[in-house]
């Protein structure tokens, strides 16, 4: 009964790979997002999704693309490898009173640790 | 654009002593802040928000923070630090009603000494 989980948990792969991560909520969110921590553990994020419509995108490469086939799941599909992106992935999600209320708080998976050889 | 500041990239204490953690935000209106909690190959853990009202907020683990808007600050504290504590601890700051970016900053390591 994990709220958010990810797949896979490690993914050791290498430069020039194709590879994706998968990620699904079962809070009933409407909004989930892809953050990026690096190995000084600063968190960034690079994508977010409100009921399945982009809304968010960072400054990230277009080898990088986000799938969100529903509100409970949001995947992302990288191509191309490179050393750069080995990091920590986490996807959260949370949910969007509308109007002039504030959000919730974000509720974060456990990560994928992808390490590009 | 806002940001966070975290002054401390690495805090060392002995179990049982207290704690605070600082954290400084930039950002033009009146904040929505966050502190999380990640322990070792772990996500990251809600332990407490400011929105509005009350400056000082009671979050999970024992853990309170106090909203000054006069210092741009948002700094976590514990009055008796447990080796379970030993964690990395991130502020963070939401843009406000409606908006979905929440802004990290670079976190604060805790290492506890039994």
């Known amino acids: 009964d994990t709220a958010v989980s990810q797949t896979p948990k490690y993914l050791v792969t290498q430069m020039g790979n194709d590879k994706s991560i998968k990620c699904e909520q079962n809070?009933?969110?409407?909004?989930m997002y892809w953050y990026k921590q690096d190995s000084k553990k600063f968190l960034k994020i690079m994508f977010s999704?409100?009921?399945?419509?982009?809304?968010i995108n960072e400054t990230v490469p277009n080898r990088f693309s986000p799938k969100s086939p529903d509100k409970a799941h949001l995947n992302l599909h990288i191509n191309s490898l490179e050393l750069g992106d080995s990091a920590v992935y986490f996807c959260?999600?949370?949910?969007?009173?509308?109007?002039?209320?504030?959000?919730?708080?974000?509720?974060f998976g456990n990560g994928t640790r992808l390490t590009v050889t | 654009a806002q940001s966070v500041t975290q002054p401390d990239i690495h805090i060392t204490v002995s179990e049982g002593a207290s704690l605070e953690l600082r954290c400084n935000y930039s950002?033009?209106?009146?904040?929505?802040l966050f502190w999380y909690v990640q322990s070792p190959g772990q996500g990251l853990q809600l332990l407490l928000k400011?929105?509005?009202?009350?400056?000082l907020v009671q979050g999970i683990k024992g853990f309170e923070a106090e909203f000054k808007r006069s210092q741009s600050s948002f700094n976590l504290r514990k009055p008796s630090v447990h080796w379970s504590d030993a964690a990395e601890y991130f502020c963070?700051?939401?843009?406000?009603?409606?908006?979905?970016?929440?802004?990290f900053g670079k976190g604060t390591k805790l290492s506890v000494i039994p």
């Open positions: 959260a999600s949370s949910s969007s009173t509308g109007g002039s209320s504030y959000n919730s708080p974000l509720h």
């Open positions: 809070l009933g969110h409407d909004t």
């Open positions: 999704y409100n009921n399945k419509e982009l809304i």
């Open positions: 950002y033009g209106a009146t904040p929505y």
């Open positions: 400011y929105f509005s009202g009350d400056t």
């Open positions: 963070a700051v939401q843009s406000g009603a409606g908006s979905y970016q929440l802004t």
